[in-house]
T-cell receptor, first 113, second 117 residues
Framework: KQEVTQIPAALSVPEGENLVLNCSFT??????LQWFRQDPGKGLTSLLL?????REQTSGRLNASLDKSSGRSTLYIAASQPGDSATYLC????????????FGGGTRLMVKP | DTEVTQTPKHLVMGMTNKKSLKCEQH?????MYWYKQKAKKPPELMFV???????INESVPSRFSPECPNSSLLNLHLHALQPEDSALYLC????????????????FGPGTRLLVL
């Protein structure tokens, strides 16, 4: 059974820092891996989706990498801003589960001004 | 239209009330999902509909009753809920439930925040 782990569970950084969020998964048989952002009490906003054949995806200050063989993904946030404060969820789409998603526990990020 | 909408945004109900949550999408997706999310936890899958038929029920108590009246609409009927059912309820949709297309994923709505008193 696929398991997804995110480390750290919470992170507090001063504004302007570059930071890395980590996601690991136990089964490399995936279609894709996705990073979501969630503000308190709100829905999930998709940030980046990396297909299993890809190594990374970039959007603005965000860069996500995927190493399928080692079961790891990182989300790199450059020049963090207070507006980046949110929970970041990693989710994989296992190959034996159609369009179902397996979520990690999330990383709660606080960027202090 | 690439949106999943959910109503209401907030709901407060007593343990004897009957209420319904509504989810709608007009992307032509044939799979729709209900999730429950408690604070500081990831979403937990409750139900999955594929082509308007219930495909997956993750052993959810019968006080939650899903309904998919057509391909665009998904309801969650609530009856005799407990305070521990207070949570954010998320709806999602995807083109299909079973697919080998690696670009496909689920699209999430904004959620309904439910408080059971």
């Amino acid at each position: 059974k696929q398991e997804v782990t995110q480390i750290p569970a919470a992170l507090s950084v001063p504004e302007g820092e570059n930071l890395v969020l980590n996601c690991s998964f136990t089964d490399s048989a995936i279609y894709n891996l996705q990073w979501f952002r969630q503000d308190p009490g709100k829905g999930l906003t998709s940030l980046l989706l990396i297909q299993s054949s890809q190594r990374e995806q970039t959007s603005g200050r965000l860069n996500a990498s995927l190493d399928k063989s080692s079961g790891r993904s990182t989300l790199y946030i450059a020049a963090s801003q207070p507006g980046d404060s949110a929970t970041y969820l990693c989710a994989v789409r296992p190959r034996n589960a159609g369009n179902m998603l397996t979520f990690g526990g999330g990383t709660r990020l606080m960027v202090k001004p | 239209d690439t949106e999943v909408t959910q109503t209401p945004k907030h709901l407060v109900m007593g343990m004897t009330n009957k209420k319904s949550l509504k989810c709608e999408q007009h992307m032509g997706h044939r799979a729709m999902y209900w999730y429950k999310q408690k604070a500081k936890k990831p979403p937990e899958l409750m139900f999955v509909y594929s082509y308007e038929k219930l495909s997956i029920n993750e052993s959810v108590p019968s006080r939650f009753s899903p309904e998919c009246p057509n391909s665009s609409l998904l309801n969650l009927h609530l009856h005799a809920l407990q305070p521990e059912d207070s949570a954010l309820y998320l709806c999602a949709s995807s083109p299909f439930l079973w697919t080998g297309e690696s670009l496909e994923t689920q699209y999430f709505g904004p959620g309904t925040r439910l408080l059971v008193l």
